[in-house]
């Protein structure tokens, strides 16, 4: 396992800078959680991250390395927000929608090797869709239709999980088991997580950072005691929370006056 | 299926409509025939209406394919060449931009009296919105299933065949759907302005000797032909495209 690290890090769309001199360590094996209002910049970093933002009018800067200077493409595995399914397909071919896109066939859908194909209903199993692996997106619910998008990661089987506000579209009760789902499945991998929920940051989070201010800046970082995913009855958690959202309503606030 | 009632519930709405009409306002038969006459002479001259509309069909039916696939591919080569958007939009719309009926002549001139003018007419009626919808719906494929697509390692061909593609029907049934509706325009006109067979024709050569009721006979047809072939294909597309938000009633 190796860290990742953003060095000097600047991104501008044009003229409108998002954040420079930006500096964060992802460490090897543990989750970093990025906090903050909507529009500071959380899904560009992201993005940078990525390297999904090589464009004509994006300017970057700094540089991302890794701990085993190995280049950081193709070991990440991207998770973000509701409807990242496709929905003409069923719920295995989106599992295996990886193996489909680096196939090189013209026209006709590549045969999944018996492998594969255990491989993807296996984890279907593990996230408790085994039965709806022929189902189309549209028949689940938001919960179940996150939990395919989860096993699409994990058949990705990458080291590094970039996710953006996975659970944000669904109920707190489903947002909890999916949380707690992630963080067993995912144990073990660097993932960096974007949430403007607090109390999911703490449940899950070794560092949380809070993301702020235009250009933007990190915080640093809060690190919660104990194992994850943090229990809701942990009362330090709840004090932090407070804080937390303390620190998140005067970021709003001051970036509004 | 009880969707499908309710086109024939207008329908019958509407024939009521005319019979009442004509009977009330003592229309002369020459003028507005009664709904009756029309049907007794299409029962009388099925014969002749059904060998000129395989003909009209045959030329819609066509003329979709072709102008869907042509629609298709200057969509493809607008997304994929760059370079050549600019100099392919302005023939994109003088195809558009032109009336067909100004057009008409000048292909019966080219490619004679027979079908082939009339498809090529078909073709460029439905060119258009086929291909502005095609694009449209390639040009705007969700951000996260691109991004997606991306980190996987996906490459521009196979992006184009998983994601792009699917994602563009149904902006393309859309495109489809009007297409088929102005279908009939373009191979009606190609058969006024020049043709020896056709509803189109029998219209014209009915008009000129005063045969109304065979008019209102063979343009019912027309109606009845085109309304199906909308609700065919909108079946089909359905059928094709069962992810897609459903299309209102
Ligand atoms: N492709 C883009 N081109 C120009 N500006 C963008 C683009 N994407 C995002 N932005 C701008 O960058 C800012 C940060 O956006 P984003 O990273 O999506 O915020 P967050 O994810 O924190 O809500 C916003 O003000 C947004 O308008
Ligand atoms: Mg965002």
Not at chain 1, 76 to 89: E, V, Y
Not at chain 1, 95 to 100: D, E, F, H, L, M
Request: glycine share 8%; with cysteine.
């Amino acid at each position: 396992m190796f860290d990742i690290t953003l060095r000097k890090a600047g991104l501008a769309y044009g003229d409108n800078v998002i954040f420079q001199d930006l500096d964060l360590t992802l460490k090897a094996g543990q989750w970093t959680c990025l906090l903050g209002g909507s529009g500071v910049g959380k899904t560009t970093l992201l993005r940078m991250i990525a390297g999904l933002t090589r464009q004509k009018n994006i300017n970057t800067r700094g540089e991302i390395c890794c701990g085993d200077n190995q280049p950081l493409t193709g070991r990440i595995a991207w998770m973000s927000q509701q409807d990242s399914l496709l929905p003409w397909a069923t719920v295995l071919d989106n599992v295996t929608t990886g193996i489909q896109l680096r196939s090189n066939r013209l026209f006709r859908k590549a045969k999944l090797s018996a492998d594969q194909k255990d491989r993807a209903l296996s984890i279907l199993e593990r996230v408790g869709l085994a039965a709806k692996a022929n189902e189309l997106p549209q028949n689940l619910s938001g919960g179940q239709r996150q939990r395919v998008a989860l096993a699409r990661t994990l058949m990705e089987d990458r080291p590094v999980v970039l996710m953006d506000e996975p659970f944000a579209a669904v109920d707190a009760i489903t947002r909890l088991d999916l949380q707690d789902l992630s963080c067993e499945l995912l144990a073990g991998r660097t993932v960096l997580l974007i949430t403007h929920d607090p109390l999911e940051a703490l449940r899950l989070g070794h560092q949380v950072y809070h993301l702020r201010g235009q250009p933007a800046e990190l915080t640093d970082a809060i690190e919660p005691p104990g194992q994850t995913p943090r229990s809701l009855e942990d009362s330090s958690l709840m004090a932090l929370q407070g804080q937390l959202l303390d620190r998140l309503r005067h970021a709003e606030h001051g970036e509004s006056v | 299926m009880k969707h499908s009632i309710k086109p024939l519930i207008v329908l019958a709405g509407l024939l009521l409509l005319w019979q009442g009409a004509a009977v009330l306002f003592e229309i002369p038969p020459y003028i507005v025939p009664e709904p009756v006459d029309v049907f007794s002479r299409m029962v009388a001259d099925a014969g002749l209406l059904w060998e000129h509309t395989l003909v009209t069909l045959a030329e819609m039916v066509l003329g979709l394919i072709l102008g869907v696939l042509f629609g298709v591919l200057m969509a493809l080569v607008l997304v994929y060449f760059a370079g050549l958007r600019p100099w392919l939009l302005p023939v994109l719309l003088i195809t558009q931009a032109i009336p067909v009926f100004a057009l008409a002549p000048v292909l019966m001139l080219w490619f004679g009296y027979g079908m082939a003018s009339k498809v090529i007419m078909t073709i460029l009626v439905i060119f258009f919105p086929v291909a502005t919808c095609c694009y449209d719906g390639l040009r705007h494929t969700h951000q996260g299933w691109l991004d997606l697509a991306h980190v996987m390692g996906g490459n521009g061909r196979s992006v184009l065949r998983l994601i792009r593609w699917p994602a563009a029907l149904p902006a393309l049934a859309s495109g489809l759907r009007v297409a088929v509706v102005v279908a009939p325009i373009g191979a009606v006109v190609g058969e006024w302005v020049g043709s020896s067979a056709g509803l189109g024709y029998l219209m014209l050569q009915a008009n000129a000797r005063l045969w109304v009721d065979l008019m209102f006979a063979a343009l019912t047809v027309l109606a009845f032909c085109s309304v199906a072939l909308y609700y065919i294909t909108d079946n089909l597309l359905r059928w094709l495209i069962p992810w897609q938000q459903k299309t209102a009633y």
